[in-house]
């Protein structure tokens, strides 16, 4: 069964101040790790997909990269609107839909001004 | 990108009622999915929405507690039945829209409560 954590539950940053959350994984079978950002109130906004350890991906200032049995997600210099609870997900070659995402909780992101 | 959008965004049912959710996206995508995001917990997949034949369901989940439709490829209703205070939840519908990349959008949701 595919699992996913995501630590730490909630952080709290100043403005400006760089930091990263951590998704570990155990799938059988990688075919994708997404990163989604949630606002309160409103759907999964997808950010990026990472599909073979190495492989980094960017938007403004999140950072996206992948090893074997985690992925991090760099946040740098981070603004007040940065704040929502950021996804992860994975998605195997296991049983079940061949689509089927396994979220983790979230990491729960407050930047203050 | 898909612009997906849901009907209701949210509402407050009683014990027992049964409510249906409405999903319609903007282009034809090839899969379209229902999720459960309840407090405190991870979205978690209840089915597939299969185009023109019967949802395919994940453990736990049942055709009788949630019946599913999908008549096109832009379209698709979940129906929350016989609902008890613990069905309280988000529902959330969601999309691949096809591609090399196969990514994955996430309707707004529709927030139920039951009392």
């Known amino acids: 069964e595919d699992q996913v954590t995501q630590s730490p539950e909630a952080l709290r940053l100043q403005e400006g101040e760089s930091s990263s959350l951590n998704c570990s994984y155990t799938v059988s079978g990688l075919r994708g790790l997404f990163w989604y950002r949630q606002d309160p109130g409103k759907g999964p906004e997808f950010l990026f997909t990472?599909?073979?350890a190495g492989e980094e991906k960017e938007k403004e200032r999140l950072k996206a990269t992948l090893t074997k049995k985690e992925s991090f997600l760099h946040i740098t210099a981070p603004k007040p609107e940065d704040s929502a609870t950021y996804l992860c997900?994975?998605?195997?070659?296991?049983?079940?839909?061949?689509?089927?995402?396994?979220f983790g909780k979230g990491t729960l992101l407050t930047v203050n001004p | 990108s898909a612009v997906i959008s849901q009907k209701p965004s949210r509402d407050i049912c009683q014990r027992g009622t049964s409510l249906t959710i409405q999903c319609q996206v903007d282009?034809?995508?090839?899969?379209m999915f229902w999720y459960r995001q309840q407090p405190g917990q991870s979205l978690t997949l209840i089915a597939t929405?299969?185009?023109?034949?019967?949802?395919?369901?994940e453990s736990g989940f049942v055709i009788d507690k949630f019946p599913i439709s999908r008549p096109n490829l832009t379209f698709s209703t979940l129906t929350v039945s016989n609902m008890s205070p613990e069905d309280s939840s988000i529902y959330l519908c969601?999309?691949?829209?096809?591609?090399?990349?196969?990514?994955?959008?996430f309707g707004p949701g529709t927030r139920l409560t039951v009392l």
């Open positions: 282009s034809q995508v090839t899969m």
């Open positions: 997900a994975v998605r195997s070659g296991s049983g079940g839909s061949n689509y089927k995402l396994t």
């Open positions: 969601s999309v691949v829209t096809g591609g090399p990349e196969d990514t994955q959008y």
């Open positions: 990472l599909y073979s």
């Open positions: 929405a299969n185009q023109g034949s019967e949802a395919t369901y």
